[in-house]
């Protein structure tokens, strides 16, 4: 049994059946946030896909043909009717009609992680289709328009939204909503600035170097870690820059700080397993997931919250540790191989459940939805782990190789 294959497969069956796969339709391409709410579709989990879609060619799960086509399609859509303002996408929107989604915002990140896995796809298909509608995707994108100074530093801002009363500003008369000014999961945002022929390099390298650079430990780890410290920050960047084989033109090494990261975050679950009973040397990998009180975050010490305890629900997510595949491969392998054979409840039509929990009575709460966004890192990082798919035609787009460059990052001697 190889538990990774296993989940592999399960993560592609996801992305595949909750796609939209009729091209007549304006939404042609998207793909549902996760199974709970079917209908809204998440550009985030479009960009798992695309990438998911090259895995699954190279791994015969899909025929090369129809994936080229929907990714085509994918494209198209993106261009063409999903709402963006300057560029950046909504985050979610309808899967079958591609219109806004509630009062939801246009968001940097997710429009990353959907443009990272558009790379990735045209990268591989070396399609002139794709490389076209990609071209105009990029070409809009005004990434100064979405910075500004903060303390004397060039900053992101998280997300714009224009609608008082909407997502992230109930109250708010700001329609800017909070910023990147500090290390999480916006690595690979950089590297598309700087990639981009819009963006002044000089001001490509300021915004790179204007988040801070906490460091902290725990368990004799340590590293530059995220404010809430939960293990995805750690993740969705690598998953596809290749950080293993660069060398950052700063003093952090974004490779190891992520193995840092992850043994960090096993051994604060392993230590904590007396006050939160779920947790222990096997179940770990603290993150955002589902929990019995809904999607919420998850992290572990070291950590800037003002209690000064660490945000723990005592849920264990699958994702977690799968994420982390490439940073400690042969203990991820025995930690999902020992939730699959002691947590049968655990498992199901697309692998395994988001979180579990156990109660107080000793048995199991188990989640019965599932995340596009984390069955999408479990997919990449397992295979990244195993052959290194997104890693490889991520990294040789020419966008990505010129944003690479322009921040100063430089090939690991060998």
Not at 57 to 67: I, L, S
Not at 379 to 402: E, F, K, Q, S
């Amino acid at each position: 049994m190889d538990i990774n294959l296993m989940e592999m497969k399960a993560c592609f069956d996801f992305f595949y059946d909750h796609a939209n796969k009729d091209p007549e339709s304006p939404g042609y391409g998207l793909v549902s946030d996760g199974t709970a709410r079917p209908e809204m579709a998440s550009i985030a989990s479009v960009g798992y896909a695309l990438a998911g879609w090259v895995i699954g060619v190279e791994r015969g799960w899909m025929d090369r043909g129809e994936a080229l086509r929907l990714t085509r399609g994918t494209l198209a859509t993106f261009r063409d009717r999903v709402p963006h303002d300057r560029g950046f996408f909504r985050h979610f929107v309808n899967l079958r009609t591609a219109e806004v989604y509630r009062r939801c915002e246009y968001s940097t990140i997710d429009t990353t992680l959907f443009l990272d896995g558009a790379l990735t796809a045209a990268s591989y298909f070396a399609d002139s289709a794709c490389d076209s509608l990609l071209e105009d995707i990029v070409a809009r994108i005004d990434w100064e328009a979405y910075t500004f100074e903060r303390l004397g530093k060039k900053t992101f801002r998280m997300a714009y939204n224009p609608t008082e009363g909407g997502d992230y500003r109930p109250r708010s008369g700001d329609p800017w909503i909070y910023h990147w000014h500090m290390y999480a999961e916006q690595l690979s945002m950089y590297v598309l600035a700087a990639g981009s022929r819009r963006t002044d390099p000089d001001l490509a390298r300021a915004l790179y170097l204007g988040f801070e650079r906490r460091r902290g430990s725990y368990g004799g780890h340590t590293y530059v870690y995220s404010p809430s410290n939960g293990l995805f920050v750690y993740q969705f960047s690598h998953a596809f820059v290749a950080f293993r084989d660069l060398v950052a033109p700063d003093d952090v090494d974004w490779w190891e700080n992520s193995v840092e990261a992850t043994l960090g975050n096993r051994a604060w679950c392993r230590d904590h397993a007396g006050t939160f009973p779920t947790l222990s040397e096997w179940q770990w990998g603290l993150t955002a997931c589902l929990t019995p009180r809904g999607y919420h975050g998850q992290g572990v010490a070291p950590h800037d919250n003002a209690d000064g305890q660490a945000e723990c629900l005592n849920v264990f997510p699958p994702c977690g540790p799968a994420g982390s595949a490439p940073f400690a491969p042969e203990i991820v392998h025995e930690t999902l191989a020992r939730a699959y054979e002691n947590h049968p409840g655990a498992w199901g039509r697309y692998g395994f459940t988001d979180g579990m929990e156990r109660l107080p009575d000793g048995t199991y709460w188990y989640c019965q939805h599932c995340i596009g966004i984390d069955k999408g890192i479990s997919l990449l990082m397992l295979d990244n782990a195993d052959r290194g798919t997104t890693w490889t035609w991520y990294n040789r787009h020419p966008l990505v190789r010129r944003g690479l460059a322009v921040l100063g990052f430089t090939p690991k001697a060998v």
